[in-house]
C-alpha cells in the first residue's frame, strides 16, 4: 500500500521517471488500474456536491468511462494518427503510465464543496492532462510538442463528452 501511494504522489508530482519505470514493469498494471478507480471514485465524490448521490454515481461513471475514451484516443492518435518513430505495439505498455497519470484527479473529491467544485475540476482536468504528456513521453519517448498534440486530442474529446454526459444527467 504504501508504494502504490509513494506512486501516486510521484504521478501526480510529474515525475517523468516514475512514468518510464511503471511502463516498463507489467506488474504495475494492477496499481494504474487502482489509481484510474480510486480517480474516478474522487470525482463523483466530488460531484455530491452538485448533485447529491446522484452525483456520486454519475460523477463516478462519466470520469471512469471519460478517462477510458480519453486513454484510447490517445493511444490511437499516437498509433495511428501521428505516429511517432517507436512502433508501439503493446497497448498495456501505454495503460500502465496512462492510468498514473489519472493520479492528479485524485483532488476532485475536494469538489464535494460547493464553492470549489468548478475550481477543482478545472485544475484536476489541467493537471491530468499534463500528467498524461509526461506518460506519453515515457511511453513514445517522443518530443514534447507532440506528445501535447496527442494527448490534447483526446483530453478536448474527453472534456466535451464529459460535459455532455453531466448536462443529460442534470449534474452540470
Not at 498494471?29 to 448533485?51: C, E, H, I
Request: aromatic share 10%; charged share 15%.
Amino acid at each position: 500500500m504504501r508504494i502504490l501511494v509513494n506512486r501516486i504522489i510521484r504521478a501526480a508530482s510529474l515525475e517523468a521517471r516514475l512514468y518510464e519505470r511503471v511502463r516498463a514493469d507489467p506488474k504495475t498494471l494492477d496499481q494504474a488500474a487502482v489509481v484510474v478507480a480510486l480517480s474516478g471514485l474522487a470525482a463523483g465524490v466530488g460531484a455530491m456536491g452538485r448533485g447529491g448521490l446522484g452525483g456520486l454515481f454519475v460523477g463516478t461513471f462519466v470520469a471512469l468511462s471519460g478517462w477510458c475514451l480519453w486513454a484510447t484516443l490517445t493511444y490511437l492518435t499516437a498509433t495511428r494518427l501521428l505516429p511517432g518513430p517507436r512502433r508501439i505495439t503493446d497497448i498495456w505498455e501505454w495503460a500502465r503510465p496512462l492510468g498514473f497519470s489519472a493520479a492528479p484527479g485524485l483532488i476532485r473529491v475536494v469538489g464535494i464543496v460547493p464553492l470549489l467544485s468548478e475550481m477543482v475540476v478545472l485544475v484536476a482536468s489541467m493537471w491530468m492532462l499534463v500528467a498524461m504528456v509526461v506518460a506519453v513521453q515515457a511511453v513514445d519517448f517522443s518530443a514534447t510538442g507532440r506528445a501535447v498534440a496527442v494527448s490534447v486530442i483526446g483530453w478536448l474529446v474527453y472534456l466535451l463528452i464529459e460535459f455532455l454526459w453531466y448536462a443529460a444527467a442534470g449534474v452540470a
